[in-house]
């Protein structure tokens, strides 16, 4: 494995040992960069990682997890194709689109979509047996591809916005489940730093605004320290 002289890309594969962790200079795995690699059981995206290419990973017969929960990677069409050994996938944060056959006829048994996705392609979870449990915390999903809902696969969803989607996908209404938890908008008001309070401030549709701001448990608790 190499990497080019600027740090910025991984071309196509060499032998790798079982465990790869992406160093943090990695930002792009190009078009089949792990390409039917025979060793690879485990990979874990760097936090610079933001690209994993078409067919990148595909065919890669013994890679088992993928932990991508640290990286900003977006995948490409393919990227996980046919690793039918690949149970645990942690996606990115940040991800927005789930690309056509990403994960097509793995092995993977539960999945969580991440809170910005918009839309899922055609054949992303397609021949995925073992997948019994897609649990969606993104409030953003738009479209997904009608092959995503199959028989004894259930769905956790965090409005009734999102399970209209999911029903606009040929999804069977008894297997969504509204769990409200999922939302990224019912994360704690407050939360508390040292001996300090912090607020969480809301638009005036009471969504996050990922800002914060002092809360006002921290001055009594000043306060009573002086006193």
Known sequence: IYTLSLHDALPIYQ?????????????????????????????????????????????????????????KAQLNMNSFMNCKKLKKV???????VLPK?????CAIEDIIIPEDVEMIESGVFSKCDNLKTVKIKSVELKKVANDIGTDGRKFFVPNEEIK???????????DITVDPSLSPDEEADTFQKGDLFFEVLKDS???NTKQVKLDRKSTRLNSSHTN
């Open 205 to 207: 549709e009471g969504h």
């Open 15 to 71: 032998p790798v040992d079982a465990t790869y962790n992406a160093p943090e200079t990695l930002r792009n795995i190009e078009d089949y960069g792990f390409y039917k690699v025979s060793k690879l059981k485990k990979f874990a995206g760097g936090k610079n990682l933001e690209s994993i290419g078409k067919n990148a990973f595909a065919y890669s017969d013994c890679l088992e997890e993928v932990d991508l929960s640290d990286s």
């Open 164 to 174: 209209n989607v999911l029903i606009e996908a040929k999804v069977k209404e008894e």
């Open 90 to 96: 942690s996606l990115s944060k940040t991800m927005r």
């Open 101 to 105: 056959n990403s994960f097509y006829s």
